[in-house]
């Protein structure tokens, strides 16, 4: 394989291998980084708003989630706070009710996900 089709704004640009595999081996390393500084309780907060928030298609209040993971509320909120202030994998506009963890959203966009489950929900 000599070159990769790599997808920029509306053009798909041909990138040759060598270079694509730099940005993957970069991209790699960047993420480690970011994701082995969480802990327990972060990975279990991020991992349940992404399985329920299909199931619930719609904006998840923290007290949702301090339910289904039997923490405090305020445990929650902070871990959110961090996880948003840190730019890791959820968005809450404002402030408080999580509207996507990656890759999934409560908010519609040209990405829809269907699973074998039924649920239906957009792609972040």
Known sequence: MS???LGFKRYMVPVPWFVFTRLLQRDAQKSK???GRLDT???????FVVRELPR???PMPPESIADGLEL???R???ILDELERRLIFIFRPGGREVVWAYPVTAEPTPHRVAFSSG??????
């Open 76 to 78: 929650v909120i902070a």
């Open 119 to 124: 649920e239906r929900l957009w792609a972040a």
């Open 72 to 74: 405090e509320e305020s």
């Open 3 to 5: 070159k990769v089709l």
């Open 33 to 35: 980084r970011i994701l």
């Open 41 to 47: 309780e972060h990975r279990s907060v991020h991992h």
């Open 56 to 58: 619930l298609a719609a």
